[in-house]
């Protein structure tokens, strides 16, 4: 009997997440029955991480102001959270950005505390 290969990505809420199942034919009569269920499991602090959009729509329910990706992603930094790379970097490395404002940092914090990120 040859082996089959499952791949299922993008389960619940982690993108890259693959699951590998090895199948074969056994003549046994012993058998492991095993039930999981989702609401028994911890998330780990990885798995807790919001998205962009998810901390943005946060900000604006609990302070009613908008932040922007580029304001989210200076605090991660701040925060020593780990960003991947990215691929669309700007030629002119003395590029003006603008600096998030106090108030905007404090709200981003506050949604990074809950969404467990820090």
Known sequence: MGELWLSTPNFIHPTHVETIALLSKLKTKQHIKIELHAEEIELTSSEC???????????????????????IAQVKEKCGI??????NKPKNVDLNQPICPVEKEEAIKDAFRHFQMI
């Open 49 to 71: 991480k919001s998205t962009y959009s998810n901390i943005k729509q946060y900000v604006f329910d609990k302070y009613g102001f908008k932040v922007s990706s580029l304001y």
């Open 82 to 87: 780990k960003e991947r790379e990215n691929y």
